[in-house]
């Protein structure tokens, strides 16, 4: 049999099998015994604490084929159909991908005819709270005269996206979070029925990650008995939840990197999700900056990194400048921290503040603008003729592009490129870029290509710097009025001058 993640296989299939949420399952085991049935149903909670089980459990209990009953009977073929997701009188809608109206009408009508084969049409909408204006009166109408054989079960994490119109004709119950010590327990019993060897520490490591999610605890669970080959210690839980943390961290920067505002916070919300220490993660966030910016000068100190491969993409993509930045705002970020509003906003704050002060072009993975628009070299260096128009072509992002913005041509026979990089972006002479470069220009000619790069003097022919003089001028103009600017003057107090300096962009017009 194939392997099924545990979250599904050990989907609890009654009320006796829930872990927790007893209040709410003596309410609902009272209303079935005293067929006392409301017509609509609202669990609440955060995820993974049993609302879409319940739905479920409760569709049973409406439709086991021994009658209406708080404890159904698991066998008759309605219920093996519901817990196999096929009982046709069961319709199960994820709002978040149905939010519709014309998909709300059409999903109605059919409540107008009677059940094929239970006794009611059970209606279950996940995430409702996802649902258009629109659709929740289209689905108000039929929550106002609800045909005798309908039942909605509706679920949702963000109750105060509801309607209140819609609110009050539902019985709502609010699902609490697991606490620690009930996924431990958890967590045992299920080991102990798959027979996986476990070292208690290991499960309160878990648990306590999972941050009230019983599916995060399976989930975790699952990917710590992989990482353990098959048995579960404490040092493996450790391992694995650790590099789970990095790749948040990797990933931010990555983000940050390519100037992605919307991913970057997105990040920070799983983080919050997840009740990651966001004090922790800007130390993290600090060390990781320090070994991006160590490997882009010394490649060797990521010899015996278990992340080599991401993280040497990352040093190669983004510059050196923004690094060092983001390491300043990332430590002023977290003396910060205990005077921001909350510990989430000051973390997003200092995200929306590496992404606003980013070194021009930093990141940049547009098309190049028009060569046209190059300025003539000021001092013309016949061997260098052509390679910045020739760079304008490539079609080249991170580490390439740095390389071949920065670097003067010093000789070009056919296609053996002698490239010379300045002594302060000596790291791009480290073989990965050029192998980069490499890769674009025989991409770009069409044929095989040598790139060899030194560090020595430069003429200032590079794309980099003739872009550099001709923002000189503008700059001292911008900086003006940039300097005069209260919010800048702020940001010029706490931060080094030089960064702000370095950051100035005209305003495109
Ligand atoms: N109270 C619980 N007791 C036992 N297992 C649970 C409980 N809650 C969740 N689980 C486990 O987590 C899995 C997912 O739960 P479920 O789908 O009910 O969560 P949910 O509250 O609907 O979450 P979401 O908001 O993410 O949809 C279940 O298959 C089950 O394995
Ligand atoms: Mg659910
Ligand atoms: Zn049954």
């Given at each position: 049999m194939s392997y099924q993640v545990l979250a599904r296989k050990w989907r609890p299939k009654d009320f006796g099998s829930l872990v927790g949420q007893e209040h709410v399952v003596r309410a609902l085991r009272h209303a079935l015994d005293a067929k006392r049935l409301h017509h609509a149903y609202l669990f609440t909670g955060t995820r993974g604490v049993g609302k879409t089980t319940l739905a479920r459990i409760l569709a049973k209990c409406l439709n086991c084929e021994t009658g209406v009953t708080s404890q159904p009977c698991g066998k008759c073929s309605t219920c093996v159909e519901i817990d196999a997701g096929r009982f046709v009188d069961l319709l199960e809608v994820d709002a978040a991908t149905n939010t519709k109206v014309d998909e709300m009408r059409q999903l109605l009508e059919t409540a107008q005819y009677a059940p094929t084969k239970g006794r009611y049409k059970v209606y279950v909408i996940d995430e409702v709270h996802q649902l258009s204006g629109h659709a929740f009166?289209?689905?108000?109408?039929?929550?106002?005269?609800?045909?005798?054989?309908?039942?909605?079960?509706?679920?949702?994490?963000d109750p105060q996206k509801i309607p209140v119109t819609v609110l009050s004709r539902c019985l709502q119950f609010n699902l609490k979070q697991m606490p620690p010590a009930a996924i431990v327990a958890h967590l045992e019993h299920i080991l102990r029925e798959e027979q996986v060897p476990a070292e208690p520490e290991a499960l309160a490591l878990l648990a306590r990650a999972a941050s009230g999610s019983m599916r995060d605890a399976l989930s975790l669970l699952d990917q710590a008995i992989a990482h353990g080959a098959g048995r579960l210690t404490a040092r493996s839980a450790a391992d694995m939840l650790g590099a789970i943390d990095r790749a948040f961290l990797l990933d931010l920067v990555a983000a940050l990197g390519s100037g992605e505002a919307a991913a970057a916070v997105k990040i920070a919300d799983d983080m919050q999700a997840r009740s990651l220490s966001f004090d922790a993660a800007l130390g993290d966030l600090a060390a990781l900056l320090l070994k991006l910016a160590l490997a882009q000068t010394l490649p060797a100190t990521l010899a015996e990194d278990p992340?080599?491969?991401?993280?040497?993409?990352?040093?190669?993509?983004?510059?050196?400048?923004?690094?060092?930045?983001?390491y300043q705002i990332a430590l002023q970020g977290r003396e910060d921290l205990p005077l921001a509003p909350d510990e989430h906003g000051g973390f997003v704050m200092t995200l929306l503040r590496m992404l606003a002060f980013r070194p021009e072009g930093a990141g940049e993975r547009s098309e190049p603008p028009a060569a046209a628009k190059r300025p003539s070299p000021k001092s013309e260096a016949p061997k260098a003729a052509g390679w910045p128009e020739l760079v304008q072509q490539l079609?080249?992002?991170?580490?390439?592009?740095?390389?071949?913005?920065?670097?003067?041509?010093?000789?070009?026979?056919?296609?053996?490129?002698?490239?010379?990089?300045?002594?302060?972006?000596?790291?791009?002479?480290?073989?990965?870029?050029?192998?980069?470069l490499k890769g674009a220009l025989e991409q770009h000619l069409g044929a095989a290509v040598t790139v060899k790069v030194s560090v020595g003097e430069i003429a200032g022919t590079s794309t980099a710097a003739l872009e550099a003089g001709e923002r000189d001028a503008r700059r001292a103009a911008a900086a003006q009025s940039v300097q005069s600017d209260g919010f800048v003057k702020d940001l010029v107090n706490l931060f080094d001058a030089k960064v702000v300096d370095s950051t100035i962009k005209e305003e495109r017009k």
């Open positions: 009166n289209a689905m108000l109408k039929t929550l106002e005269e609800p045909p005798e054989h309908m039942k909605f079960v509706l679920a949702t994490t992340e080599r491969a991401r993280l040497a993409e990352l040093a190669a993509a983004i510059d050196a400048e923004s690094l060092q930045l983001y079609p080249v992002a991170g580490a390439a592009r740095e390389l071949a913005r920065n670097a003067e041509l010093q000789r070009r026979e056919g296609n053996a490129f002698d490239l010379v990089v300045p002594k302060a972006k000596a790291y791009l002479a480290e073989r990965g870029y050029g192998e980069k």
